[in-house]
C-alpha cells in the first residue's frame, strides 16, 4: 500500500488544490443526481396523470358487439404481465341543464374491480364510493358547474331515449380535466339494465399492466388471442411519449456534459500533479519502485478524489432535492437509490479513467534524467 499512502501525502501537500477539485467532482455529481431525479420525477408524474388512473389496454369488438365478461379471467390467466383486467359496460349518456345537454361518458362495472382502475375510492372529493343499485359517481368539475352534489338526483337520457335517475354517492377527482367533467360511474347491473345486457356480456374490457410500456408488445397478443380489437395507450399519447423522450434525452445530453467536465478536471489535476511530483517519482523509481507502482500513485489519487467528491455530491444532491421539496410547485422529487448507486459508480470510474494519462506518462519516467536535470 505504499502507492497509496504516497498519493495521500502528494494530495495533502497541496490541501487547497485537493480541496477544489474534490468541490468540483461533488458539485458535477450532485447535478447529476438532481437533474436525474428531477426528470425521473417528472416522468413519473405526467405519467401518471396520463395512465395511472386509467386503463393500458381495451379489448372491445370491432363492430361494436358485446364481448364475453370471462375474457377478463382469460386475459389474467394467459398473460403473467397483466395487474387486473375487467368488464365493463360502456355508453354514453346525456344530462340536460338549464336547457344545456351535456354529453357524459358512462363507465359501469362492480366497484372493487373500477377501483382496481381508476383508483377512484382514493379520490372521492365528497360522499363515499360506493355503487349500489341507481348510483352513480360524478366529476369534481361536473358537479362545480353544474352545480350538483353528492345526495342530488342526476337525471340522464340513455342511448335507447329512455330517462333514467341516479343518485349521486360521491364526487371524484381524477386530475384530468375532461375525466372530471365527462366521466361518469356506475354499478355493473345499473349499466346492464342501461344497455340490455346479460351478466355474461360486456362492452370491454380494461386492462392494466406492471409496466404501461409493455402494452406495445401485450396489445397484439390480446386482440389476436380473443378476436377483438385492441387499443393501445401509447398509440393514442404519441405526443406524451415524444414529450418523454426528449425529456430523457436532454438530461442525459447535461449528465453527459457533467460528467466530461469532471474528467477533464480531474484529468487537469493529475497531469499537473504529475508534472510537479516529477522529481520525487524519479526518486522513487530510483530507489526501486517499479513504474506500475509509480503509475499507482495517481491512480490512488483519482480514485481518493473520486470517493470523496462523489459522498460530497451524493449530500449535497440530497440537501438540492430537499430544498425544492420546500419550492411551491405542484410535485416533488422522489431520490431512487438505484439511480444514485449509479452515479456514485459513474462519478468514481470517471475520475479513475482520468488518472490513465499521468499514470502512463509516469511510468515513461527516466529517474536517471529526472535527478540529472534537478
Known amino acids: 500500500m505504499l502507492s497509496l499512502r504516497i498519493a495521500a501525502r502528494f494530495l495533502r501537500s497541496s490541501p ?3 480541496a477544489l477539485i474534490i468541490s468540483g467532482i461533488a458539485v458535477g455529481i ?5 437533474v436525474g431525479s428531477l426528470i425521473t420525477s417528472l416522468q413519473a408524474d405526467l405519467l ?10 381495451t379489448l372491445r369488438a370491432s363492430d361494436g358487439a358485446t364481448i364475453s365478461t370471462y375474457f377478463a379471467e382469460d386475459a389474467e390467466a394467459m398473460e403473467p404481465r397483466i395487474s387486473t383486467a375487467i368488464a365493463v359496460r360502456t ?3 346525456i344530462y340536460a341543464s338549464g336547457g344545456e345537454s351535456v354529453p357524459l361518458a358512462v363507465t359501469g362495472a362492480d366497484a372493487a374491480d373500477l377501483d382496481s382502475i381508476y383508483g377512484l375510492s382514493e379520490r372521492i372529493t365528497t360522499g363515499s364510493y360506493r355503487l349500489g343499485a341507481d348510483e352513480a359517481l360524478v366529476g369534481a368539475r361536473f358537479s362545480e358547474t353544474y352545480d350538483i352534489e353528492a345526495g342530488d338526483a342526476l337525471e340522464v337520457l340513455l342511448p335507447d331515449g329512455q330517462r333514467a335517475d341516479y343518485e349521486i354517492a360521491g364526487v371524484f377527482d381524477l386530475g384530468q380535466g375532461t375525466a372530471n367533467e365527462r366521466f361518469a360511474f356506475v354499478g355493473a347491473t345499473t349499466a346492464a339494465g342501461a344497455l340490455g345486457m346479460n351478466d355474461d356480456e360486456c362492452s370491454a374490457i380494461q386492462v392494466q399492466l406492471t409496466d404501461p410500456f409493455d402494452s406495445a408488445e401485450v396489445a397484439p397478443v390480446l386482440g389476436e388471442a380473443f378476436g377483438v380489437e385492441s387499443l393501445d395507450w401509447q398509440a393514442e399519447n404519441e405526443e406524451l411519449l415524444s414529450g418523454l ?3 430523457s434525452g436532454s438530461s442525459i445530453m447535461i449528465q453527459i456534459f457533467v460528467l ?3 474528467a477533464l478536471g480531474i484529468a487537469s489535476t493529475l497531469a499537473i500533479s504529475a508534472v510537479q511530483k516529477t522529481r520525487q517519482i524519479g526518486i522513487l523509481k530510483a530507489i526501486g519502485m517499479g513504474d506500475s507502482a509509480a503509475g499507482r500513485i495517481f491512480l490512488w489519487q483519482a480514485a481518493l478524489l473520486g ?5 460530497g455530491g451524493i449530500g449535497l444532491g440530497y440537501g438540492l432535492i430537499w430544498g425544492f421539496s420546500l419550492a411551491p410547485v405542484p410535485f416533488s422529487i422522489r431520490p431512487e437509490p438505484t439511480f444514485i448507486a449509479i452515479s456514485a459508480a459513474i462519478g468514481v470510474s470517471v475520475a479513475l479513467a482520468s488518472s490513465v494519462i499521468p499514470a502512463r506518462s509516469t511510468s515513461r519516467l527516466d529517474p536517471i534524467e529526472v535527478i540529472q536535470s534537478g
Do not use: R, Y
Open 16 to 18: 487547497g488544490q485537493s
Open 307 to 311: 470517493a470523496g467528491g462523489t459522498l
Open 260 to 262: 466530461v467536465a469532471v
Open 30 to 34: 450532485a447535478t447529476q443526481i438532481f
Open 91 to 93: 355508453f354514453s349518456a
Open 48 to 57: 401518471d396523470a396520463a395512465v395511472g388512473s386509467s386503463p393500458h389496454i
Open 245 to 247: 423522450a426528449a425529456q
